[in-house]
């Protein structure tokens, strides 16, 4: 089945050590997501690409920083210039229309990371 | 960038109809909207979506106002299990900057 897979589900790390959480889709999408929610708070754009080797700051890049090298691949590293990494990471991918229209985005189940 | 504005809670009784609403008074001409919901703890799952009329799915159903600027999704008949946070958002046309405002938690009670 298709589908959009982040992993570890679950991370732990210490304060000042960088950390990259990963995202695979196998749906053929164009563009993928990165988000940041904190409890009882919505979603935040971090990072977004459109095409393979391409991507754009979102709302909240700073400390983080992203690769698109293959079209299924979306790594997302937090660095430790982060100053409160510890939060839950989603990443979602969507189809593009005619390079125009995005259609329906799809959702990973999510990376909780805790930075201690 | 369109901006959307939704009530932060709202309740409803099981098996009663929940109609969530959204404002997008910004969208553009061309910007469907979308509407996901998430449960806790989990990734958003896509709802439905619109442009200029009504649709329905097996889900939900939407109504648009005739202005686009704003929109409703109804959930007919309520259960326990969408209880969730529920997001609407333009389709991202602006360049594929897919954004989500802070989303409607809806409480289904018993």
């Known amino acids: 089945d298709g589908g959009i897979t982040q992993s570890p589900k679950y991370l732990f790390r210490k304060e000042g050590q960088n950390v990259t959480l990963s995202c695979e889709q196998n749906l053929n999408h164009d563009a993928m997501y990165w988000y940041r929610q904190d409890p009882g708070q919505g979603l935040r754009l971090i990072y977004y690409s459109q095409i393979v080797n391409d991507f754009q700051k979102g709302d909240i890049a700073e400390g983080y920083s992203v690769s698109r090298e293959k079209k299924e691949s979306f790594p997302l590293t937090v660095t430790s210039a982060q100053k409160n990494p510890t939060a839950f990471y989603l990443c979602?991918?969507?189809?593009?229309?005619?390079?125009?229209?995005?259609?329906?985005?799809?959702f990973g189940q999510g990376t909780r990371l805790t930075v201690v | 960038d369109a901006k959307t504005t939704q009530p932060p809670s709202m309740d409803c009784a099981e098996g009663r109809a929940a109609n969530l609403p959204c404002n997008h008074s910004t969208i553009s001409g061309n910007e469907y909207v979308y509407w996901y919901r998430q449960i806790h703890s989990q990734g958003p799952q896509y709802i439905i979506h619109g442009l200029k009329n009504n649709e329905t799915n097996e889900m939900a159903s939407l109504i648009i106002t005739e202005d686009r600027k704003s929109s409703t999704l109804i959930l007919p008949h309520a259960t326990l299990r969408d209880t969730a946070v529920y997001y609407c958002?333009?389709?991202?046309?602006?360049?594929?900057?897919?954004?989500f405002g802070q989303g409607t938690i809806l409480t289904v009670h018993p």
């Open positions: 979602a991918s969507t189809a593009t229309d005619r390079g125009m229209w995005n259609t329906e985005a799809f």
């Open positions: 958002t333009p389709d991202g046309t602006s360049y594929g900057k897919l954004t």
